[in-house]
Structure formats: structure tokens, C-alpha cells
């Protein structure tokens, strides 16, 4: 059906509707066209658009397949169909339907073209391949030859390294002979050749022989940084030390000297031709030395740190190789600091090298430091080198050694360092830090070292006050932001947490890297509809993902980046099987069964729960990739000790443990919600459970989550033993058991659960921490799980035993056990009423806020001035706690049956 | 100290400590691939040798005839590694790119007119206003931006650039190329 003046006209009154989002009168339109033409294939595709615009996806998608079957082959339907389809997120239609319509017309270039795009959206690339030679034979462009080398190495890309690829080596053919006929002209069919190349073993010298010869002249190959890069990396591979050196050295002396990558190169071509033995007196050293320090020399105005630095990698290295070069190498990183100790990065630059030497050295390194600039904090830049040997002194472990006393005495001198850094910034613009925003984090991690020694949480109020403090004079330092979030979490204080994560910013991919920072164990508050909502949001970016990666994919191809396409769907891969989206299914997946407080509800939620992507199993779990970013936290702690990202974790970090059980348990539950018959898969669920309890978690699951697992295995197993009981019966079948061994085992079972179901009451010490709600919620949830068990339980024995009255012991044992679930549920009450009590705003002025105070040894506590501050963020965390109490408390009203 | 290399894909799981400063936006996927798949060498990244992203610079190439020119859409450096030449860095390689393989006849960019640190920081490196674009940045408060260039190699009369082009004040139509 092409388009003639006619038809034009016929929908131009459509396009302009939909052009303006009047979905209605669209189909509207799209109706009367059909009544006229029922095979005016155009018009359906419209109209099935114009529903999915509207939100009615269902009815689009069965529009859309019939049309299918119609197999249209014109291009403005196909295109308004694929429309359709990628809302939906579903690619695989659409290579048929262009398949289909290719054929159909063999000569034309865009459909062709659109065929080979719907097969790279959905990575098929051998399919790929064969259209793309097809579009090469039919017109003749030797950009579908690339294309078609590329779908080969794509397929190559996999096969192990050691095994002869086949795939590789005809992509390789194909590129020689292009290269032969002069037909690889640009950088980026250069890439794809050296890609081609690089991927089979030992094939470093004609690669470089490429980039050496005609086609890198010709494209300036040596112009490019990342080819400059590759080159000197294949000189070294090949042994041409004398050009690599000299290569490195050009750039190093013309291009830029600071630039790291090229420093080490360097030194490689200094160090890899040469026997450590024969390392000494050798002239390569000797030439490394000079050529350093001339680099060094040269950096007059506006020096870069990287020629100083390459001085140090080079004594370190010959520390390392030859040794007795320690007395060379502090004398060069005390050097250092007393030339670049005024930036901050001055830390980080020199910490791998501190960390490298021995306690004595790091200690003198230290004290020369202290000798070199005493306390003095007169000008900015003499208060950014003072944070500086700080860091270093905190870094080699000074701080460890330290009494809570000591800890303290230094967490107040920090403040004050902090207050009399604040006179300097008052200049700077809203959007800038304090400089000396790091002593008050500094003073926050030594708060969270005195708790941890001291399990008090006064500590961590203490950090709170002084944190958000500084963040006043510092509206955006989210390096503050960061430990304040983890240290509200430690102390129960979700809400609070939330609100500071929510001004951060954070968004798009950063989604999939920070989001553990609210949503690990979010459920654990009580507050289970604000986790779902900072789960749901931060689920975006796997939809996003899903959408818009493959066109990204199919744009590189557009413009012919090779370069770039294995990083693209290297890019893909890592969010589509991240480990944080798959935990925050799993987290979702719990807090949506938790939203339905009615039994039955939740019963009928479970049979209707999809459970194809609920996978568990051991090559599913171990190839979750894990982007969470635990490192971008500020951490000076000694390298041998945790970071503070990972002390301030309220329990232990989400892994591939936690997923299993959380997988489990909506399976099995959902198992028994259609009372299905005990099978292999139950069987599978449950030894996968029964592994999990037996298996040592201290480490991977908290104690309560630990609990769970083995309290739903007891539960799952009374359901198995009754069902297979019940069956038994109901067939008459020899093996069958009499009803008095049925109601024992069900009970043993029960009995068991019953017992971990048992808890001792949560003390109040006035903090409520993060612990104290995972208890109460845990046990909310575990009873909310054990209501289907019992549920389903008494249905078994209603709806599937042909004698109900046999089974008439098991019923009771299961009134005995609902009677416990139901303790346990007000023992949680019980708790929840003492609890509110302590959290009301004038306990918490006359109890809580008077301990704080009180004789506190912090003096940041002390001052009056900060009394106001003091009060208002203890209020506002004891509201966070009412509210996770509030909310818990009526969770496990609505779950008492 | 850093490495100067194009920006990968997956860098951006791991461009926190730069995108999370309140200067920098963080785009959808889109945005930072679209550049990718066409502009790869404009494209820059500095880091540290342990691989953590310091700073970045995103730019392309664009306009016809005599503007064919290279544009920088974002360049930015997080707040610890500031004033340590890696944004200087960044824009001669940008620049650089620009004259070779691209060939354009200057590099522009957009600046916020109270941007002073990165308006005097483009005027060190050789940059001078071309025009005022009139509310070009709109949002909770809308503001002026400054079109900045520098004429490279191929403008050999330096036909790209202009005396007091502050005061050429256009409409932000009329800077799309
Ligand atoms: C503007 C910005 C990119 C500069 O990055 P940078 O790496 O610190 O800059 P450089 O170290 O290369 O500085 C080069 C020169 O610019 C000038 N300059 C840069 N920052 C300055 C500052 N804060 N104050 C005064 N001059 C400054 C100096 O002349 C400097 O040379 P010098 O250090 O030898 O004196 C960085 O501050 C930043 O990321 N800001 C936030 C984002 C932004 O504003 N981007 C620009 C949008 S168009």
C-alpha cells in the first residue's frame, strides 16, 4: 500500500489529531476510516497507537497482532506498529513483520535497513549478520559490509580464548580483503579491524603492523588517544622497547605530562626488558631517574602532580624490586605534601603508597609532616594541608589506638578546627563547601568508631547534630548527605533519611549504582508504603534501560561506531542483570504481599503472581552483576579495616543468600495458595530452604531473617506431610498413614515454628535503632506468611480430603498454632504501646533529650548555641519513629486471625 | 595525576563523586549514549589511577560551511580535584579533536552569565564572548547565557570570533545549528 495523494489525504486529518495528543478523536477517526476499508492497514496501526497512548496497552498489542497475521508490508504501518511494540518493550514482532515485508520487496533499501535494525534490538546477531550480507549484495554499500563483520565478531566475542574462533577469523577475512580493495577508510573501521584482530590469540604484531601502515597514516590512527594508547600497549606486547619509550616520552614531554596511563607505560619499557637482579646499576634506571626528574624540573608554573608522582611509582617500584630505597621514599612523599598537601586529592594521590610502608615509616612520615607544618591553620591553604596530614594520621592508624576518652577529645578539637575554618569560606558561593567541611565528617566517623566500641547510640546522635550542623553552612556537600543518611538508618530513623536522599539529586543510572543506600532493607522501618515507593522509583532505570540502550545500540550503528558497540551492550547487560534490581524485585515483591492484610487477599495475590523471572538457582544468582557504588563515601580508615561505608550498614550487606530466601519464600507460599499437589518443584523449593537454614548465614542474613527461613521450612514441611497425607487418603493407597501420625508430625513441625516464632520484648534505652523495628517487623511478616500456611492448612484438609473428619487432630494442632501466631502478633503490640509512650515529643523532651544533654562529653553539645538544633532534630527523628510504630502497630492489628 | 581517555559507556556507573555535586545534572541514557554513538573522541574522561571518574567533558561536532565548528555541551570536574589543571586538560584535547579528525573552524559553548569562575577560565584558555543569548537557560529562575568560541587553526582570519560580542544579543532560536 504506498502512499498516494489520496490515501495522504485520507489520514492527514488522523496525523494532525494525534499530533496534538487527541488520543480519542484518533481512534475515533481511525474507526470511521476502517468502516470504509477494513484493510486499510495504516489505519489499524493508528489506532492501535493512539490506545497504547491512552494507557490501553492490552487492546493496542491485540491490534497489533492482527495485523501480524495481515503481514503489512508498507513502511508507514510497520514503523507506526514498531511504535506500538517498543512502548511495550516487545522486540521480537517486529523482525518478523520486517522479515515479512522485505521479502516481499526485496528492493527496498529501508526496509531492509529496518530488518537489520529489529534483529540488532534484540541482539540477534547471526541474524544480523545474514542481512546485512544481503544488504551489501542488493546495493552495493560497504558499510553493510561492516556491519556484517560486526554482527560476525559480536557472535565471536564469547568463545574462550584459548579455542579457535571461527567466527573472528572469517570476520578477520572479510576485513582483508576490504582493506585490500582500499575500503577501510575511517578510525572507526580501523577499530573495528584491530577488534577483530585483538580478540585471537597472539595477534599483537599485525595489529600493530595496521596501525603502523597505510590505513593509520591515512586516518591519523596516532592522533587519536585511545589508538596512541593502543599502539605504545602493542610496542610493549612486541617487545620494541626503544619506539614504546620514545613514544611515551613524546607525549609525556609535548602532549601532557600528567597523564597516568602513559607514566606507567613508560615505566614499563623501563622496567619489563630488565632482571630485577640486573635492575641496579642498569641504564635503563639510571635513564628512568634522569628522565623523571628532568619531567619534574619542568613543571614550573602551575606544576602537575603527575611528574611528582612518577618520581614516587618509580622509587616504590625499586623499594619493591631492589629495596633499601625507604629513606628516598619518604624523603619524596614528605616532599609531596609539602608541595600539593593544600589539595585535597593530596590524600588520596599518596595513600597507596602510605599503605605500603611499614608501621615505623608511616608513623615518621606522619611526624615529619607534623614537623614540616605544625598546627597551623592561619590561611586556607595551611587549613587544607592540616586536613590533609589528618587524613593521613587517621589512615595509618592513629586513630585506632585510641580510648573512647582519646576518640572524644579529638572529636571536640575537630569541632573547633571546623568553627575556626568557617570565618575563611564566608565568601564562597551557596553551591561550594566549607573548607573545613572534612573535620566535621572526620568528627563523625570517630562518633561511629566510639559507638561501635561502646554499642551507645549517643554517639550517633552526636554525629547527627554536628553533621547536619555543618550541612547548614554547606547546603550540597552530599559527603555529608551520605554518612548522615547511613547514620539515620543505624538509628531507626527512616523518614529522616528519605528526606535528606531525596535532596541529593540522584537519578537515571544513578538509580541502579546509589539506591542501596535507601532501599537495602527499607522494609525493616515498618514504613512499607514509602519503601515501596523509593523501590518503585528507583526501578526506573531498568524500564529506561529496556527502552532506550537497543536504540543507542542501533544509533552506533547509524553512524558506524564500532567502537563503541561492545561497550554499549556491555553497558545494557550490566543493568538488565544487575544485583540491586533483582534485590529490589525481590524487596517489591515482599512489600506488595505485605500490602494485602487480609488473608484471603493475600492468598489470591500469591495465585496470581508471575513467577517466571523469580529465578534462584546458582548460574542465575552468581551472574547478577553488582554496580552498587560502596566507594564513593569518604573513608580515611586504615586500609586493612572497614571502610565507613561499610560499618554504617544497619546489618549486613544485601547478597545472593538474601535473594535466595526471598525467592523461596513467595514461591512456596505461592505453591500452597493453589493447594497444588506436592511435587518435584515443592521438593526443589524445599531442599533449596532447607540448604539455606543449614548453611551457616551468620554474616549473610540477620538473625531474624535466619529465623524466617527456618520457620517457614518447618511450616512448608507440615504442609507437605498434610497434603501427601491427605492424598494418600483420598486414594486409599497401601502406604497411606493413620490420621494420629499426621496430626503428630504436622504438630512437631508447628511446634518448631512455634518456638522461633518466640521473642523476648524490646528494651527501650531511648533510641529505637534500626534493630529494634526489624525485630518487630519480622515478626510481622513471618506471622503474615504463616496466615496463608494456616490457611491454606485448614483449606487442605476442607476442600481436598474426601473424609474431612480423619484429619480432625491435624485441624486443632492448627488452631493451636494460629493461637501462637497471634501472641506473637501482641507481643508486638504489647511492645508498640511501651514504645509510643517513650517517642511522644514531651518524653522525648523530659527523657531522651535530657540524656543527651546531660552532661554530655561532646562540646558541640555543650554550647548553648546549639540547643535549638539539638532539639528540633531529635524531635524530628522521635516523629520518624512514631510513624514507624504507628504504622507497625496497625500492620499487625490487620494481621490477627 | 590522571588519565586522560574517552568516556566509556560504563563509566557512568561510576561517575558519582562528579554527578553527585549540585553544579552537574544527571541525564537519561539517551543523552550520554547518543553522544557516544556519534561523537566518541569528543567524549573525554580524567581519572585516577585506582579508575575513579574525577571529571569529564561531553562535546560534539555540528553547524555547515563556515560554522562548521565543535561545541562543548558539558564539561565538569568534581569539587576534590578542582584547580588542578584536568578541566585545562580536557578542553585542549577537545579542541585538539576538533581540528583533527573533525576540522571545524572553532570550538564554541554555553555559559551561564553568572558562571564568572568558568567565564574567566574559558577567557584564560583563549575563549571570547560571541553573543548573549537572551533567557537561554529557563527553569525556577531564568538567566542569560554567554556564546563563547575560540577560532581554531582552520579560521585562519579569524572570522568565527568578534569584539564586544556581548552586547550581540540574540534569541535562543537562533542559536540551534
Ligand atoms: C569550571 C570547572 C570546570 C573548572 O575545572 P578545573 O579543573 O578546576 O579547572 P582547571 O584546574 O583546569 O583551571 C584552569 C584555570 O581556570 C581558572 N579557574 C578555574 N577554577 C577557578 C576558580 N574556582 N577560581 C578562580 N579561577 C579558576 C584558573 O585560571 C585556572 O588556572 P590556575 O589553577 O592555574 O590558576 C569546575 O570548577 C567545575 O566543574 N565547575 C562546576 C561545573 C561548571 O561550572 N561547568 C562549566 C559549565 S559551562
Known amino acids: ?897 | 595525576m590522571s588519565s586522560l581517555r574517552q568516556f566509556k559507556a560504563t563509566d557512568l556507573f561510576n561517575f558519582n563523586a562528579i554527578n553527585l555535586d549540585s553544579l552537574t545534572e544527571t541525564y537519561n541514557i539517551s543523552f550520554y549514549l547518543s553522544y557516544l554513538a556519534r561523537w566518541p573522541d569528543l567524549f573525554s574522561v580524567q581519572c585516577t589511577p585506582s579508575e575513579t571518574l574525577m571529571a569529564y567533558v561531553m562535546g560534539k561536532a555540528e553547524g555547515t560551511g563556515l560554522d562548521w565548528h565543535g561545541h562543548v555541551t558539558a564539561i565538569t570536574v568534581a569539587p576534590e580535584y578542582r584547580r588542578l589543571g584536568l578541566a585545562e586538560g580536557m578542553m585542549t584535547l577537545l579542541e585538539k579533536v576538533s581540528e583533527e579528525p573533525y576540522d571545524g573552524y572553532f570550538v564554541d559553548l554555553f555559559v551561564r552569565r553568572s558562571n564568572k569562575v568558568a567565564i574567566e577560565m574559558y577567557k584564560r584558555f583563549g575563549y571570547s564572548i560571541y553573543r548573549t543569548v537572551i533567557e537561554y537557560y529557563s527553569g525556577d529562575t531564568t538567566e542569560d547565557a554567554f556564546d563563547m568560541r575560540k577560532p581554531l587553526k582552520r579560521d585562519v582570519d579569524r572570522q568565527s570570533v568578534r569584539e564586544n560580542g556581548e552586547t550581540f544579543r540574540v534569541e535562543p532560536h537562533e542559536v540551534v545549528f
Request: hydrophobic share 40%; glycine share 4%; net charge neutral.
Open chain 1, 1 to 897: 500500500m504506498a502512499s498516494t495523494p489520496d490515501l495522504d489525504k485520507k489520514l492527514k486529518p488522523i496525523y494532525d489529531v494525534m499530533e496534538v495528543g487527541n488520543y480519542r478523536e484518533g481512534i475515533q477517526l481511525c474507526n470511521k476510516a476502517l468502516k470504509k476499508q477494513p484493510d486499510l492497514h495504516i489505519a489499524k496501526a493508528l489506532k492501535a497507537l493512539a490506545l497504547e497512548r491512552s494507557g490501553k496497552m492490552n487492546e493496542a498489542l491485540l491490534l497489533c497482532e492482527e495485523l501480524q497475521w495481515a503481514k503489512p508490508t508498507d513502511e508507514s504501518t510497520l514503523r507506526t506498529l514498531s511504535m506500538v511494540y517498543r512502548s511495550a518493550g516487545k522486540y521480537e514482532p517486529m523482525i518478523k513483520l520486517y522479515a515479512n515485508a522485505s521479502k516481499a520487496n526485496p528492493m527496498n533499501e529501508n526496509l531492509a535497513t529496518q530488518w537489520f535494525m529489529s534483529l540488532a534490538r534484540m541482539l540477534d546477531f547471526k541474524g544480523q549478520q545474514m542481512v546485512a550480507l544481503q544488504l551489501n549484495k542488493n546495493f552495493k554499500k560497504t558499510n553493510y559490509m561492516f556491519w556484517a563483520i560486526m554482527s560476525i565478531t559480536l557472535q565471536g566475542q564469547n568463545v574462550p580464548a584459548n579455542q579457535p574462533n571461527v567466527m573472528y577469523r572469517l570476520a578477520e577475512g572479510m576485513m582483508s580483503k576490504l582493506n585490500a580493495e582500499g575500503k577501510v577508510q575511517t578510525i572507526e573501521e580501523l577499530q573495528l579491524y584491530l577488534i577483530v584482530l585483538l580478540g585471537q590469540k597472539d595477534r599483537y604484531a599485525d595489529a600493530l603492523a595496521l596501525l603502523e601502515g597505510d590505513i593509520g597514516k591515512k586516518t591519523k590512527a596516532i592522533e587519536n588517544v585511545e589508538l596512541r594508547h593502543l599502539r605504545i600497549e602493542l610496542l610493549i606486547k612486541t617487545g620494541r622497547w626503544q619506539d614504546a619509550r620514545d613514544a611515551t616520552k613524546q607525549i609525556l614531554q609535548n602532549v601532557n605530562s600528567d597523564d597516568w596511563r602513559t607514566i606507567i607505560q613508560y615505566f614499563d619499557t623501563i622496567f619489563l626488558p630488565v632482571q630485577d637482579a640486573d635492575l641496579k646499576d642498569s641504564d635503563n634506571l639510571a635513564e628512568a631517574r634522569a628522565f623523571t626528574t628532568e619531567q619534574v624540573q619542568n613543571e614550573t608554573k602551575n606544576p602537575k602532580r603527575g611528574p611528582f608522582l612518577a618520581q614516587i611509582e618509580l622509587e616504590k617500584r625499586v623499594q619493591e624490586k631492589i629495596g633499601d630505597n625507604k629513606a628516598k621514599m619518604l624523603d619524596l612523599l614528605v616532599a609531596y605534601v609539602d608541595k600539593f598537601g593544600s589539595k585535597t586529592c593530596c590524600f588520596e594521590d599518596l595513600s597507596g603508597y602510605i599503605a605500603n610502608l611499614c608501621s615505623e615509616d608511616a608513623s615518621e612520615f606522619c611526624q615529619r609532616l607534623r614537623e614540616n607544618h605544625g598546627e597551623k591553620s592561619g590561611t586556607v591553604k595551611e587549613i587544607c594541608i592540616q586536613i590533609n596530614i589528618v587524613r593521613f594520621e587517621r589512615f595509618t592508624g592513629q586513630h585506632s589506638k585510641f580510648s573512647s576518652t582519646q576518640s572524644m577529645a579529638l572529636v571536640n578539637k575537630f569541632w573547633k578546627l571546623y568553627e575556626d575554618a568557617l570565618p575563611f569560606g564566608k565568601d564562597l558561593e551557596q553551591t561550594e563547601r566549607q573548607y573545613g567541611d572534612d573535620y566535621s565528617i572526620m568528627a563523625a566517623h570517630l562518633l561511629i568508631d566510639i559507638h561501635k566500641d561502646t554499642k551507645s547510640y549517643f554517639p550517633l546522635l552526636s554525629a547527627v547534630f554536628i553533621l547536619e550542623h555543618a550541612l547548614d553552612a554547606s547546603k550540597h556537600n552530599y559527603q555529608m548527605k551520605l554518612v548522615l543518611i547511613r547514620v539515620y538508618e543505624l538509628l531507626g530513623a527512616f523518614t529522616c533519611a528519605t528526606g535528606l536522599y531525596s535532596t541529593m539529586g540522584i537519578k537515571h543510572v544513578q538509580h541502579d549504582t546509589l539506591s542501596h543506600f535507601i532501599t537495602d532493607r527499607a522494609s525493616s522501618f515498618g514504613l512499607f508504603d514509602e519503601a515501596l515507593r523509593q523501590l518503585y522509583s528507583a526501578h526506573e532505570i531498568y524500564h529506561s534501560n529496556e527502552a532506550e540502550t537497543p536504540e543507542m545500540i542501533l544509533q552506533a550503528y547509524k553512524y558506524s561506531t564500532f567502537s563503541k558497540m561492545q561497550e554499549f551492550i556491555e553497558f545494557q547487560s550490566r543493568l538488565e542483570n544487575s544485583l540491586q534490581k533483582m534485590i529490589a524485585d525481590r524487596e517489591m515483591i515482599r512489600l506488595e504481599f505485605l500490602k494485602e492484610d487480609s488473608v484471603s487477599r493475600a492468598v489470591s495475590w500469591l495465585q496470581e503472581l508471575e513467577i517466571t523471572n523469580l529465578k534462584y538457582d546458582d548460574q542465575f544468582a552468581e551472574s547478577r552483576i553488582d554496580n552498587r557504588d560502596t566507594t564513593v563515601m569518604l573513608n580515611w580508615n586504615p586500609k586493612d579495616s572497614p571502610s565507613v561505608e561499610a560499618l554504617t550498614r544497619p546489618a549486613s550487606q544485601l547478597n545472593r543468600i538474601w535473594m535466595t530466601l526471598f525467592t523461596l519464600v513467595p514461591r512456596i507460599l505461592k505453591h500452597m495458595a493453589h493447594l497444588h499437589p506436592i511435587d518435584a518443584e515443592y521438593e526443589k523449593l524445599m531442599a533449596a530452604l532447607e540448604k539455606l537454614t543449614t548453611s551457616d548465614l551468620s554474616g549473610a542474613l540477620t538473625e531474624e531473617e535466619a529465623k524466617l527461613a527456618k520457620i517457614l521450612f518447618h511450616a512448608a514441611k507440615a504442609f507437605q506431610r498434610l497434603s501427601v497425607a491427605i492424598a494418600d487418603h483420598n486414594s486409599n493407597s497401601a502406604s497411606k498413614e493413620e490420621p494420629a501420625k499426621t496430626a503428630a508430625a504436622v504438630k512437631e513441625q508447628l511446634v518448631a515454628a512455634g518456638a522461633l516464632l518466640k521473642r523476648e520484648s524490646v528494651k527501650s534505652t531511648g533510641v529505637l535503632p534500626w534493630h529494634t523495628f526489624h525485630e518487630l517487623t519480622m515478626t510481622v511478616e513471618t506471622v503474615a506468611y504463616l496466615n496463608v500456611v494456616n490457611h491454606c492448612l485448614q483449606n487442605l484438609i476442607a476442600t481436598k480430603a474426601a473424609k474431612k473428619a480423619t484429619f480432625k487432630a491435624t485441624g486443632s494442632v492448627i488452631q493451636d498454632f494460629m493461637a501462637q501466631c497471634r501472641q506473637a502478633l501482641q507481643s508486638v503490640q504489647t511492645d508498640i504501646t511501651a514504645l509510643r509512650n517513650v517517642v511522644r515529643p514531651d518524653r522525648i523532651r523530659s527523657g531522651l533529650l535530657y540524656e543527651i544533654c546531660d552532661g554530655s562529653a561532646v562540646d558541640f553539645i555543650r554550647s548553648p548555641s546549639h540547643q535549638a538544633l539539638i532539639e528540633e532534630k531529635t524531635l524530628k527523628i522521635g516523629t520518624s519513629w512514631m510513624n514507624s510504630l504507628i504504622n507497625l502497630q496497625q500492620e499487625s492489628i490487620s494481621r490477627i486471625v
